[in-house]
C-alpha cells in the first residue's frame, strides 16, 4: 500500500483545487490510500510565536501527515503567477522544527492545479521547483496535470465530469504512485 499525503491550497468552500483534489482521490490507482492534510488553523509564519511557543498544533498535525506518508500531492492555485501565500505559509511553517530532512527530504512530490484560465496553474507549479529543491524533496516531473478552464469541468457539487480530464488524472495519479512505490523500495 501506498500512502500519499495531499493538499489543496485553497481555504475556499468550492475550490476548483479542493475538487481536483476530490477527483485525485477517486481516481487514485489501487494500493494508494490519499490522506487529506488541511491548512485550517495555520497561522502566519512569525517567528517570535515559533520561539514562545514552538510549532502550532495544525502545523503540527500537518508535518506528521507528511513525514508518515510515503509522497505529497500538493494541489496549487495560482495567484499572480505564483503559488498561494496560504500554502506557501503552511509548507514555510512545515519546514520548520529542526527536522526538515525527516519530513521532506528524498520524499516524492507531485504537484498539480486548475484554474479557470487557459493556462492551468503552469506558472505556479513552476514556482515550486525551487521551494521543492530547498526543501530536499524530490518532485515528480513524469506527467503534468495543468487544469485549465476548470470552472466548467465540475459540477455544483464539485465532481469532475469532464471525461478527458478524468483520464489525465487517472494516468496523472498512477504515474506518481509507480514513482513513489520506486522510491520508497515497495
Ligand atoms: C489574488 C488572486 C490572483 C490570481 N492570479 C491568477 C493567475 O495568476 N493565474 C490564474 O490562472 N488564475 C489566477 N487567479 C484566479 C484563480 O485561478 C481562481 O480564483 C481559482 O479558482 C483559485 O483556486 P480555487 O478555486 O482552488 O480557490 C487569481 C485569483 C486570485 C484570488
Known amino acids: 500500500m501506498i500512502r500519499i499525503a495531499a493538499i489543496s491550497g485553497s481555504l475556499r468552500k468550492a475550490s476548483l483545487n479542493t475538487s481536483l483534489l476530490r477527483a485525485c482521490i477517486a481516481n487514485a490507482p489501487e494500493g494508494t490510500e490519499i490522506s487529506v492534510g488541511s491548512l485550517r488553523g495555520i497561522p502566519l509564519y512569525d517567528g517570535d510565536l515559533e520561539t514562545a511557543e514552538g510549532l502550532p498544533p495544525a502545523v503540527v498535525a500537518l508535518k506528521t501527515l507528511i513525514r508518515e506518508t510515503d509522497g505529497l500531492l500538493i494541489v496549487t ?40 484560465g487557459g493556462f492551468g496553474t503552469v506558472l505556479s507549479q513552476t514556482a515550486w521547483l525551487p521551494v521543492l529543491k530547498t526543501l530536499g524533496a524530490v518532485q515528480w516531473s513524469g506527467a503534468k496535470l495543468l487544469v485549465s478552464r476548470a470552472d466548467t469541468l465540475f459540477d455544483a457539487a464539485g465532481k469532475l465530469t469532464d471525461e478527458k480530464t478524468k483520464e489525465n488524472v487517472q494516468a496523472f495519479l498512477a504515474g506518481f504512485a509507480d514513482f513513489v512505490r520506486a522510491g520508497a523500495g515497495k
Not at 503552511?90 to 498539480?112: L, T
Open 77 to 116: 492555485p495560482e495567484y499572480n503567477n505564483s503559488m498561494p501565500g496560504v500554502l506557501k505559509n503552511a509548507i514555510d511553517w512545515a519546514s520548520r522544527g529542526g527536522d526538515m530532512k525527516a519530513v521532506f527530504g528524498g520524499k516524492p512530490v507531485a504537484v498539480a492545479g486548475a484554474s479557470p
